[in-house]
């Protein structure tokens, strides 16, 4: 290999080292979510572990027995928020995340600090069980 | 082993040994805080005694302003009113957390090392309180003893 054509390749090689640790940033679209009414917020059960790949190249699990109070309503579907525990989606950066479910598809998250929803490529999907108060 | 490997592995030990918090452990002070004001949530910022990357101790920044420093071993807390927040630490790749916060609700933000391009990195991560006060326990409290902020 030629001088030039070495710094080249090693130029290149560089390149991909530095850029393969950086994660991609969370896809986000602004999104106005109408809050459920505070009486109506009723509280499902997951019946079934799902694992969720992200876009991002993160994953997630969504835990059997986890619950999910209904926040409100988006164009995409249904935003559900976890009770009692942490759910976040990432990728360059870290952020709470409400499942949005459509037609018993996890279709995306709504990203409650950003207002924004973020949607899945590939849809995972859920079974929820209204819980009794 | 011979003695210069002793020598070394002992200054080694040593070095990553000294940058671990010190000070009460939070079984010991958890009942002395401060009963959290009906307006206001609490968020608790830890990090476990994992030797690897202590010398990497950021500042924690929380909505911008300074609230503590990242210190394997440690932990401390602040009360701040309901509302969106964000964590980042000044380490060499931000990565930052956004979450809400709810009146009168504890949340939990693990601090974590992970292997950077060229150094190790500590990153914020949200987890539940069933795993935050589980992980809070043998970690010593790095705040301001007694009061919140």
């Known amino acids: 290999m030629r001088p030039n054509a070495r710094a080249v390749a090693y130029f290149l090689a560089s390149g991909l080292i530095l850029t393969a640790g950086c994660a991609h940033e969370v896809v986000r679209h602004p999104a106005t979510l109408t809050p459920a009414a505070a009486a109506s917020g009723q509280i499902v059960e997951v019946q079934q572990e799902a694992e969720i790949a992200l876009d991002s190249g993160y994953s997630r699990r969504l835990a059997r027995g986890s619950r999910w109070a209904q926040a409100g309503t988006l164009p995409q579907g249904q935003a559900y928020k976890i009770v009692g525990g942490a759910f976040t989606v990432e990728g360059a950066h870290v952020h709470e995340a409400w499942l949005v479910v459509s037609g018993g598809e996890l279709v995306g998250f709504y990203l409650p600090v950003e207002k924004a929803f973020t949607p899945l490529s590939t849809r995972a999907r859920v079974e929820f069980k209204p819980v009794n108060p | ?149």
């Open chain 2, 1 to 149: 082993m011979n003695l210069v490997g002793r020598i070394a592995a002992l200054v080694l030990l040593a070095g990553m040994m000294a940058g671990c918090a010190t000070g009460p452990k939070y079984e010991e002070v958890r009942g002395g805080f401060p009963s959290l004001d009906a307006d206001k949530g609490r968020i608790y910022f830890y990090r476990s005694s994992n030797p690897f990357g202590s010398a990497i101790q950021p500042s924690v920044m929380l909505n911008g302003e300074k609230v503590g420093d990242s210190r394997p071993g440690g932990f401390f807390f602040v009360d701040r009113p309901p509302g969106n927040q964000e964590v980042n630490l000044t380490t060499e790749v931000e990565k930052k957390l956004t979450f809400t916060l709810d009146p009168r609700q504890d949340q939990y933000v693990r601090m974590s090392v992970g292997l950077g391009l060229v150094v190790y990195r500590v990153y914020p991560e949200l987890v539940d309180k069933k795993t935050g006060e589980e992980e809070l326990k043998g970690l010593s409290y790095t705040g301001q003893t007694g009061t919140a902020k």
